[in-house]
C-alpha cells in the first residue's frame, strides 16, 4: 500500500503483525443508515433500465434455436424493411477478432471469445446464443424484425456434459482448440480447454502412510447467480464518435474497455456512468448488452436502450459451472490429513474461463496437508460461457472436499470441527497454491462456532446438524479514490466502485473516521468513468479493503492539507499541528499560537480554504499486492420427512472472520445472502436441460431461489483478526459466505437420514429415492 | 406490417361477454390474467381482443345459503380466502384457493382461470371435484352446468365451444359430519407449482365411520382424477391403517403422471399414495369436529 | 389501431394516458409514465418487483393490463411515503440494513404495508409466508422480516 504519512495520534495499525488492535474506533464499527437508503425505500434510485433519453429506441436480441450450428449465411434484408426498425446488426458489424487458443494475458482474457458472446460469428454455441441484434421504436417491432431473419443453419450435435465431451467420439467445439497448462498431456482434437495442477509432498508416500481413506465422486449442476435485475442499458452514441453509456454493471471501466475493444473504438471516447445495480455476484462483471447497443445507436444515429428479460437472463447469460470432481483423502487413525488426492473437471460453458483453477486453489487450503494433488480441468460444452459468480469455484470444490472431511470424522469418532481444528492451517502455513498464509482466523472462527449455542441445540427425529468450512482469498486489484473538503467543512469522497452491498456507507466511514467528523457529513459518490480514478469492478470482496485503502490514504492527504492550513493560520510550523477527532490541535507548547484556543475544527478551517492556499482535494490509488483471506464455519440443522424427501432448513449460523466489520450490519448482511443462496444450491437449484440443449426451467417458477417462507432467520457471529495490510484491519467479506453451505447442508442431511449425498441439488425426488436405496 | 395490437374491451353484461367472444377468434378471456398474460409473455403472443370479465357484477357476487355457495367466476383467490364462511364450510377448498400462487398472484387468480387454464397441476381443481362443484357457462345457446369433474378434458383442453365462459361457481353445501382438505407437495414451501396434489372430502355417518369419501389427484395424468378405488378403500372405515394403506395403495396405482422438469413417475406415484393418507386423515379429523 | 384512453387515480392523484391493449400496468407506469420505482424482474409474476395495490389488493403489477386501470385506484412505491414522512416499514427497512442492492425493496414494502394492514400482529411465519412472493437474491431475507415485525410493533406502538 502507498506510504500515507502517518499523522493521526492513534498508532496505526498497519504495521502490527501480532493480529491485535489497539485502535479504538469511533465511528467504524457503528450502524448507520446508509446515505442511498432513503432512495432506495422510496422508489427514486435508479438501476439499469430506469434510464432513458428522447427518441430512445428499444435493442433486442435475435437468439439461435440450435445448441450447436455453423452460421452459413445470415440474410436481415427483410428485417430492415419492418416499420419501425432503425438498425439490424450482426457480429459483421463488429471487427473481426481472432479466437485464440490461448489464455491472453494474466486474467486470460480471450477478446475474440468475449465477442462471439455478444454476437455469434461462425458457430451459435448454446441454445439463446445472440447472432444479431435490432433496434427499432418499439420492442414488438423489434422482435418481429428479429423473425423475419433468414439464416442458414448447418446443425451439429450438441455436446451437453462433461462425459459427452470427453468421449472419444465427442464432437468438438472449437476446431484448432488445444488443451494449456500443466498435467497429462492431450493430444488431438480437443474439448478440453485448460488444465492445471497444484501439487506437494509425495501422493503415494502419504496414501500410504494413512490408516483411513476416504473418497468419492460427486456432482454439482449449473446455477445461476440469480440477481433479480436483469441487465439492462442506455446508449448513446453521438454525432462526434463519443460514447455514454448507463448501464448496471459490476465495474464501469470494465464496460468501457469491452466496449471499446469490442467495437473497434477509441477508449477515450467512451464514457461509461455505473448505475444503481440490483445485484451481480459476478454475474454483472462480463458485458453482454453494451457493444450491441453502441453499434446499434450509431447505425441508427439514435440513443438504444437494451433489457433482458428474465428469459434472456436465464439462456443467454453465464451461471457457474457444473462439475464432476473426484477426492480421496488419506488419514492417519489419530485424525491428522496426510494426503488428498483430487480431480475437478468443470464445465466452461461454450468458451474456455470456467473458475476450477480457483477451486483448486481453494478446496483443501484450510487444511495442513502436506502431500497433495489437484488437478483441474476446463472444458467446453455447448452451455452458455460461465461466468463469476462470488467465490467462483470454492463452493464447489469445498462440496466435495468438505463432505468427505465429514465422512472422515465419522470414521474416526470424531467431532468435526475438533477434526477440523486439528488440521486448520495457521499463520505461516502454505497455502495449497503457494503462498504462505498471513495471521488468519480458521482457527478462531472453528472455537466460536463450536461454542455457538446452535452446536447444543436438542435434535429430534429426522433432524441433522452439519457443519463446513471455507474460505476465500478476496482480491486486491486497482482502486482510486478522490476525497474533497466542502466549504462548509463537509467531505464529499468519489470512487469508481458500484455499490452492490452498501460499500459507499462503509467508503464514508472510514473517511469520516480519519477526519473525526460524523459520517453523515461525508457524501460518498460512485463516479463515472470520466469523474474518477481507474477502478478495478466490484467484486473479489476487495471495495471495502482495497478501496477502502485508496480512500484512507487520501482522506490522510486532505489531513496534512488541514494541518497545512492551520499551521498558515497560527504561523508555526507543520509539525505543531497533529489532527484529532475533527480539528487541527496544536501541540509541543508553542507559545506563538494567537488562537484563542489552540485549535482549529475542520469546519473553521474549510471557510477559510480560499484564503489559506485553495480548495483541499486528494487523491489516492492502490494496487495492493495481496488482500486478507477470510475464513468462515457454518452450523445448519435440517428435518428431512422421510416419506416424502422435502428438506426444512431450521436453524443456520454463519461464523466468519471479517478483519474488522466497518459497518456490522452490512457484513453480517453478506453472510446471511451468501448463506441463503448456498442452500439454495444445495437443495433446490440447476439449470435443466432437455435432449437439445435447451434450458427448461428458464423463470424463476423453476429456477428455484429459496422464497422468504424457506428460510430461517440466518443467525451470524463476526469474528475479528485483523488483516494488517490495511489501515483498520479488513478482510473482504463477500464471498466466503457462499463457500461452506453446500457441503454444511449435505452433512446436516447425512446427519439427519444417514445418506451421503454425492449429488446436488439434493431436491425431494433425489432425498426420497436414497432413503428408499438405504433401506 | 408492423405486430398487431391488441384490443380490450370490458363489458358490464354476460350476453355482450359472449357476443364479443362469439365473435371474434382471437378473443381470450380476461379474469385474473395470471395464465394468460404469463402465456402471452413466454410465446403465445397476444391476443386479438382481450374480454375483461371482471366488470360483470354477476361475476363478482358471493351468495352463501343453504344449498351452498353460488359464486362469481371473477372472484379473486384472496377474497375466497378471506371469505370466514368459506373457510369453516370447506376449508380444504379455501387451502386449496390459497395455494394458488404468491399473495400477489391470489391478488388477481380466479377459480375459473385456474380451471379454464386446465393444467394437470391446478390447486383448485382437485379441491372443488372433491366438493362436487359445478361450473356455469354461459354462451351463444344459452346457459349449461358441467361439473368441475367433468371440465377438463385433457391439458390446456375444456368443454367450453367458442363465445362460451364461466360466469359462475356452484358448492352445494357440506352435509353435517362432512368437510374436505387438500394438500399439495412441492419442493420449496411456497411459489412451485404442484407436483402432487390430492383433495379428499369425507362425510361421516351417525356411528362416526366414513359414510363416502371423494379422493381427487392433482397433477398425475392429463387431469384431475378421483380415485374410486381409493374412495371405496375408505368407505365405512375409521381410517385405520389398513383402510389409509389401501387408499394410498390404490391413489399409487391410478397415478398416471409424465416426467417432467417438477418430477418424476416414480416420485409422483409414491407421493400420489403418501399425500392420499395424510389428506383423508385431515379431512376425516375436520368431519369429526362438524 | 387507436390506443385505448385509461383514466384512473394513482396515489391518490386523477392520472390518464394512452395504451396499447396488451400493454401491462408496469410497462405503462415505468416507460409512459415515469414511474420507475416499480421494478421489472421477471414479467411473469414469479418475483414481486413489479407489487402494486389496486383498489386495495396487492397484484403483480406485470400481470394487469394497463386498461384495466381504468376507473380503479392504483398504488404504487411512489405514494408509500407521506410526504416527507417515511412509514414506519420504510424506516425500519433502513434501521435494519433490510436492503443491500435495492432492486427488491420497493416490492417488499409496498407488499408488507398491505400485509400489516390486514394483520398488524403477524408472527414470523405469518409475514414470511405473505412476502413469499417477493424474491430477494442478497439479504436471505432475515433483516427483511426483522424489519418487517418491528415496523408492526412500531405501529402498534410497542417497543420493538
Redesign the interface.
Known sequence: MSAAPDNTTDTTDTTDTTGKSERKFKQIGS?P??H???D????????G??Y?LPGALQGVFVRSPHAHAKILSIDTSKAEKVPGVKAVITAEDLPELPMTWVSQGPAGVDVGANQRVILAREKVLYHGHAFAAVAATTREAAIEAGELIDVEWEVLPPVLSIGAALADDAPILHEGQMTEGAGPPVEGDTNITNQIVFEGGDLDAGFSEADIVVEGVFETEMVH??????HACLVNAREDDTVEIWCATQGAFGVKGEVATLTGSDPQTIKVTPT??????GGKIPVYLEPAATILSRKAGRPVKM?M??EEVFRGTGPTSGSKMWVKLGAKSDGTIVAADCRLDFEAGCFRGSPVGAACMTTLSPYKIPNFRLLGRDIVVNKPRVAAYRAPGAPIGSFAAESLIDDLAKKLGRDPIDLRLQNAVEEGDRAKYGPAFGPIGFKQVLEAAKAHPQYKAELRENQGRGVAAGFWFNAGMQSSATVSVSQDGSAVVRTGNPD???SRASMALMCAEELGIDVIRVRPMVGDTDSVGYCDVTGGSRVTYATGMAVIDATRQVIDHLRARAATIWNVELDSVEWQDGNAVAVNGSSDISSDKGSLSLEEIAKKMGATGGPIVASASVSPPAAGPAFGVHLCDVEVDPETGVTRVLRYTVVQDAGKAIHP??V???Y??G???GIGWALNEAYLWDEEGKVENA???DYR?????D?P??DTMIVEVPNPLHPYGVRGVGETPIVPPLATVANAMCAATGVRFHALPMSPPVVLEALENAD | MSA?????E?PTEVEAAVALLAGEYGARV?A???DL??Q???GAG?PA??V?V?RIPRLSSVQLDSNGLKIGAAV?A?EIYENDSIRSLWPGLADATDLI?????Q??ATWSGNLCNASPAADSVPALIACNATAVIAGPKGERRVAVEEFTTGPGQTVLERGEFVVEFEVPAPAPHASDAYERLIPR???DIAVVGVGVAIELDDAGAVASARVVLGAVAPTAIRVPDAEAALAGSRLDDAALDAAAAASTAAANPIDDKRGTVAYRKKIAGVLTKRVAKTAYVRAQAR | ?AK?RVETTINGDAAEFLC???Q?LLEVL??DLG???????????????C?VV?DG????S????A??A?GRAVD???G??DGQK?TPV?QQ?????A????????GF?V?AE??LEKNPDPT??E????????????????????AVLDAAAVMREEPA
Request: proline share 3%.
Open positions: 450502524r443508515i446508509r442511498d437508503g432513503l432506495k425505500v422510496t422508489g427514486r434510485a435508479r438501476f433500465a430506469d432513458t447467480q440469480g440477481y433479480i435485475e436483469p444503481e445495480i440490483g445485484g451481480g455476484f433489457t428479460t428474465r452492490i452491498g452498501g450490519t452490512f453480517e448482511g453478506q446471511q445472502g448463506a441463503a443462496q423463470s424463476f417458477l431461489v429459496p422464497v422468504a417462507s428460510l432467520m440466518i | 398487431p395490437v391488441s384490443r380490450f370490458a380476461l385474473g390474467g395470471t398474460l404469463v402471452m409473455r413466454l397476444a381482443l382481450f375483461d371482471k379473486s384472496a400462487g404468491s399473495t400477489q398472484i391478488g388477481r414451501t411456497e411459489m | 389501431m385505448i396499447a391493449g396488451h401491462s415505468r416507460d414511474m420507475t420505482g416499480t421494478k421489472e424482474g421477471c414479467t411473469t409474476g414469479d418475483c414481486g418487483a407489487s389496486v389488493r396487492l397484484v403483480p406485470c400481470l394487469v393490463l386498461a384495466e381504468e404504487t412505491i411512489e408509500v411515503a417515511l420504510q427497512f433502513l434501521e435494519h440494513g436492503l443491500q442492492c435495492g432492486i427488491c425493496t420497493p414494502i407488499a398491505k400485509l414470523e411465519e409475514a414470511r409466508y405473505y412476502l413469499a412472493g417477493n424474491l430477494c437474491r442478497c439479504t436471505g431475507y432475515d433483516k427483511i422480516i426483522k
